[in-house]
């Protein structure tokens, strides 16, 4: 049984820093493009980042230069870094592994799903 657990997230003041942690496990984790999307309530579900097995990232436009993605093949993890918080950050964050996505930034690509986590940026 495949299952994304995320950790990190929080209520933070704008200008801030949080890290997101998602642990993978029941799949073979080095073969899976692991992603970050996010959604507000009443919204779609909006990509954030993505990062290949080689560790090669890609970003949403609104975060490039601040977030950060990284991968641990070793730890079956994947991580988010997230810098200079603004409050149109505020979202719920989801951890999400694809096989072999024909695109790494459409959410109906990704076949796992964690739970999510709460971040809330005040301005």
């Known amino acids: 049984q495949v299952q994304l657990v995320e950790s990190g997230g929080g209520s933070v003041q704008a200008g801030a820093s949080l890290r997101l942690s998602c642990a993978a496990s029941g799949l073979v984790f080095s073969s899976y493009v692991m992603g970050w999307f996010r959604q507000d309530p009443g919204k779609g579900r909006e990509f954030v980042a993505a990062i290949g097995w080689n560790g090669v990232p890609l970003y949403q436009d609104s975060v490039k230069g601040r977030f950060t993605i990284s991968r641990d093949n070793a730890k079956n993890s994947v991580y988010l870094q997230m810098n200079s918080l603004k409050s149109e950050d505020t979202a719920v964050y989801y951890c999400?592994?694809?096989?072999?996505?024909?695109?790494?930034?459409?959410?109906?690509?990704?076949?796992?799903w964690g739970q999510g986590t709460q971040v809330t940026v005040s301005s």
């Open positions: 999400a592994a694809a096989f072999a996505p024909t695109s790494t930034a459409t959410p109906n690509n990704f076949n796992y």
